[in-house]
């Protein structure tokens, strides 16, 4: 990376962080007061909600502060074309209250959902009927590494605060502002699918079996927030404490050092960059099987025309610390 970019890298980081953090890439938020469906963020997406749905007690005790879907037709949906697509990264924050985990008979209840009902393709909150959470990015029957589950189980008529986070490669599951669990997936969401609050679909659908794919969630939601970044653990944590105030100085060097190294471009042909704010020391690109295939020794650019086209897995070892990103070579 040359001192120019470096420079640019560093002054978007402080530039950002002059701005209130819980702002910065948010890109949806219902907050579900008094059955409100409007979208208070730039994006302006409001939703359709069923006429059964019902106000309730949020998490902070206030009456008619969240919504309420007991029955299987409840549900709210609206567009979502504003939420991250494709591999980009993203974040989720909601608050759920389980009214009645799912029967035996349904693999999961989705508190919301949103993509294609394909392999990969979705991208949701999940719960099995032992309380144990999904970040789904959908799975079939013939496919059981499609979710990155919780190691975590949560209960009924309590509420949870849920994070979910995905950079392109790794998802992370955060349980009450505490990271649960994380795994590399390959997921790749569908752009123009409708989202939907309280169940996967508003139509029956087909998991390799015939069965309905509905799933609809018995439980509340509140304060739903999706951003087109990943949200630092630290940022997880205060939204899960309703914690608003301003970041630390100390949060503020966590927060910039949460700002990965990146490879560009991506998908690439023949050169490939890292931006970051510390040059890597080192670079190895694998097959997705594990076979490593070329390895760099940080020195830019990255020449990669020699590999034949497909996805590849990219390790960049930055500050002592390893970073994974996947590639997509042309």
């Known amino acids: 990376m040359n001192k120019i970019t470096f420079l640019l890298l560093s002054c978007s980081l402080f530039s950002v962080q002059a701005q209130n953090w819980w702002e910065q890439g948010l890109v949806a938020h219902y907050a579900f007061d008094s059955l409100s469906v409007i979208d208070s963020s730039a994006s302006q997406a409001h939703l359709t909600g069923s006429p059964q749905i019902q106000a309730t007690t949020n998490r902070r005790n206030q009456p008619e502060k969240a919504i309420d879907m007991p029955d299987a037709t409840d549900f709210v949906m609206g567009s979502s074309a504003h939420l991250p697509t494709g591999i980009a ?22 508190p919301f959902f949103y993509g294609a009902r394909q392999e990969n393709q979705g991208q949701g909150l999940g719960i099995s009927d032992i309380g144990r959470l999904s970040y789904a990015g959908y799975k079939s029957t013939t496919n059981s590494t499609a979710d990155l589950e919780s190691i975590a189980t949560i209960g009924e008529n309590q509420w949870v605060h849920v994070g979910m986070s995905f950079d392109g490669d790794t998802a992370k599951l955060y349980i009450n502002g505490q990271l649960d669990n994380s795994s590399i997936e390959l997921w790749n969401t569908t752009a123009n699918q409708s989202l939907h609050f309280g169940r996967m679909g508003a139509t029956p659908g087909n998991m390799q079996t015939g069965a309905s794919i509905i799933l609809p969630y018995n439980g509340a939601l509140d304060d739903f927030r999706a951003y087109d970044r990943e949200l630092s653990p630290l940022e997880m944590e205060k939204l899960a404490n309703d914690d608003f105030s301003s970041l630390s100085s100390i949060g503020l060097v966590e927060t910039r050092r949460f700002a990965k190294p990146h490879l560009y471009p991506n998908p690439a042909t023949s050169l490939l960059y890292v931006e970051s704010t510390i040059p890597p020391a080192k670079v190895d690109i694998y097959t997705l099987s594990g076979q490593l295939v070329s390895t760099f020794d940080g020195e830019e650019p990255l020449d990669v025309a020699a590999l034949p086209e497909g996805v590849y897995l990219v390790a960049m070892l930055v500050n002592q610390q390893l970073y994974h990103q996947r590639l997509v070579k042309h």
């Open 89 to 110: 990264s993203r974040s989720f924050s909601v608050w759920i209250y389980v009214n009645q985990l799912p029967g035996p008979n349904l693999p999961f209840a989705f």
